[in-house]
């Protein structure tokens, strides 16, 4: 049975800059890159030279018939000095824009992916005095730039990046660095969404952009007895970021698995052959359970998935897991659930964040000479974008 989407779906591919660009000489990641070195961080270095071959990425992109890339601006390079804009990197990102509509091509911008300027981190960075305010102004030269842009998330995952900071935190205050189970910092998360907040109604003004920020969802599911620790971690992972979006123009949802919660907790994935490349288990249910759940919390906003994929080297597996996600996504807009897009991470197999083996992409990159090579999902996406159905 053919099963359509709704006329003007967004059917895409996402990338971040730090993942792709290469060279990000002024971010916290390239510093955390070098000083963890000795820990098993690895170098991002080149990366995929996408700072100077997006055009090739996004013709890859429109020729098999996808209509929407998701992109990130690297505020290192646009701020890279506090209040100091380097007017050719915005000029830089607004060619990538212009490449994309020239392509026929809808430019989803992310205006901060995970990675900040290490200025920034060096004024103690989501909890130093000014954050808030500094994102702001950077967010206001970033509006510069972003005419024709309909689509517009001011955050990435907030969720995860109070994830990292909260780490960051507990090893200054001399505590361990925890390798499974870390939660949310709550404060830097506040923080966060205190950003988000503030930084929303400048892009809405000055750009007239759908504007909201993309949610890490957990599709936590509740074992017998767990209630009580459901609903707090439940909480404090996801939830407070979907409230945080209820006066938004949409939320990115973002799915790649699901894991139970007993009353210890999150239950770690266990070693299991089906496991994915990130050690995460076979879940392509979970962008159903996802999509149901930030319905429930953040009530009529619009959905975009901005994030679901798998990191496999078994571009087979990366079809059949894609094609399950998404008809469970499409059972829950069959039940009401307005969703405008689907955005698979990734385009490109990248650096993420850390390591180089995971393999999300719809093409292959050889490092080495960066020749791209398009894999056979791309085509079977595209073709599902040009059907506008499954």
Same mark, same amino acid.
């Given at each position: 049975?053919?099963?359509?989407?709704?006329?003007?779906?967004?059917?895409?591919?996402?990338?971040?800059?730090?993942?792709?660009?290469?060279?990000?000489?002024?971010?916290?990641?390239?510093?955390?890159?070098?000083?963890?070195?000795?820990?098993?961080?690895?170098?991002?270095?080149?990366?995929?030279?996408?700072?100077?071959?997006?055009?090739?990425?996004?013709?890859?992109?429109?020729?098999?018939?996808?209509?929407?890339?998701?992109?990130?601006?690297?505020?290192?390079?646009?701020?890279?000095?506090?209040?100091?804009?380097?007017?050719?990197?915005?000029?830089?990102?607004?060619?990538?824009?212009?490449?994309?509509?020239?392509?026929?091509?809808?430019?989803?911008?992310?205006?901060?992916?995970?990675?900040?300027?290490?200025?920034?981190?060096?004024?103690?960075?989501?909890?130093?005095?000014?954050?808030?305010?500094?994102?702001?102004?950077?967010?206001?030269?970033?509006?510069?730039?972003?005419?024709? #842009?309909?689509?517009?998330?001011?955050?990435?995952?907030?969720?995860? *990046?109070?994830?990292?900071?909260?780490?960051?935190?507990? #090893?200054?205050?001399?505590? @361990?660095?925890?390798?499974?189970?870390?939660?949310?910092?709550?404060?830097?998360? @506040?923080?966060?969404?205190?950003?988000?907040?503030?930084?929303?109604?400048?892009?809405?003004?000055?750009?007239?952009?759908?504007?909201?920020?993309?949610?890490?969802?957990?599709?936590?599911?509740?074992?017998?007895?767990?209630?009580?620790?459901?609903?707090?971690?439940?909480?404090?992972?996801?939830?407070?970021?979907?409230?945080?979006?209820?006066?938004?123009?949409?939320?990115?949802?973002?799915?790649?698995?699901?894991?139970?919660?007993?009353?210890?907790? #999150?239950?770690?994935?266990?070693?299991?052959?089906?496991?994915?490349?990130?050690?995460?288990?076979?879940?392509?249910?979970?962008?159903?359970?996802?999509?149901?759940?930030?319905? @429930?919390?953040?009530?009529? *906003?619009?959905?975009?998935?901005?994030?679901?994929?798998?990191?496999?080297?078994?571009?087979?597996?990366?079809?059949?897991?894609? @094609?399950?996600?998404?008809?469970?996504?499409?059972?829950?807009?069959?039940?009401?659930?307005? #969703?405008?897009?689907?955005?698979?991470?990734?385009?490109?197999?990248?650096?993420?964040?850390?390591?180089?083996?995971?393999?999300?992409?719809?093409?292959? *990159?050889?490092?080495?000479?960066?020749?791209?090579?398009?894999?056979?999902?791309?085509?079977?996406?595209?073709?599902?974008?040009?059907?506008?159905?499954?």
């Amino acid at each position: 049975m053919t099963r359509p989407f709704p006329d003007g779906f967004l059917w895409g591919a996402a990338t971040a800059a730090h993942q792709v660009e290469g060279n990000n000489l002024n971010n916290d990641w390239w510093q955390l890159e070098h000083v963890a070195a000795d820990h098993g961080v690895q170098f991002s270095g080149d990366a995929l030279d996408s700072y100077h071959r997006y055009e090739e990425d996004m013709r890859l992109l429109a020729g098999a018939g996808l209509t929407a890339y998701r992109f990130s601006l690297e505020w290192s390079r646009i701020e890279p000095s506090p209040g100091k804009f380097s007017r050719a990197e915005l000029a830089h990102y607004r060619r990538m824009i212009d490449t994309a509509l020239g392509l026929g091509v809808t430019p989803v911008v992310t205006l901060h992916h995970f990675t900040h300027p290490i200025w920034f981190g060096d004024k103690g960075a989501w909890l130093g005095e000014g954050a808030v305010e500094a994102f702001a102004r950077y967010v206001e030269q970033a509006c510069t730039i972003l005419d024709g #842009v309909e689509w517009v998330c001011t955050i990435n995952e907030p969720n995860v *990046v109070a994830v990292n900071h909260g780490q960051l935190r507990r #090893v200054a205050r001399g505590e @361990e660095y925890q390798l499974v189970g870390a939660l949310p910092d709550a404060e830097i998360g @506040e923080s966060l969404i205190a950003a988000h907040r503030a930084a929303a109604p400048l892009v809405r003004g000055a750009t007239g952009a759908k504007v909201g920020w993309t949610v890490a969802n957990q599709a936590f599911v509740m074992t017998p007895g767990a209630e009580e620790k459901y609903a707090e971690v439940q909480h404090i992972w996801e939830d407070m970021y979907l409230e945080a979006a209820r006066d938004d123009d949409f939320v990115g949802v973002q799915s790649y698995t699901s894991q139970p919660i007993d009353e210890k907790g #999150v239950v770690p994935h266990p070693p299991h052959p089906d496991n994915t490349l990130m050690g995460w288990a076979y879940r392509p249910d979970a962008l159903g359970i996802a999509v149901r759940h930030t319905r @429930e919390v953040v009530g009529n *906003v619009p959905i975009v998935v901005t994030e679901n994929g798998i990191a496999t080297p078994d571009d087979r597996r990366r079809i059949a897991y894609t @094609e399950e996600a998404l008809r469970h996504l499409r059972d829950a807009m069959d039940d009401g659930i307005d #969703v405008r897009g689907y955005l698979h991470w990734s385009l490109l197999d990248n650096f993420e964040w850390g390591r180089w083996e995971p393999t999300f992409g719809l093409i292959a *990159v050889d490092r080495e000479t960066f020749e791209r090579r398009p894999k056979p999902s791309l085509a079977w996406l595209g073709g599902i974008a040009r059907a506008n159905a499954i």
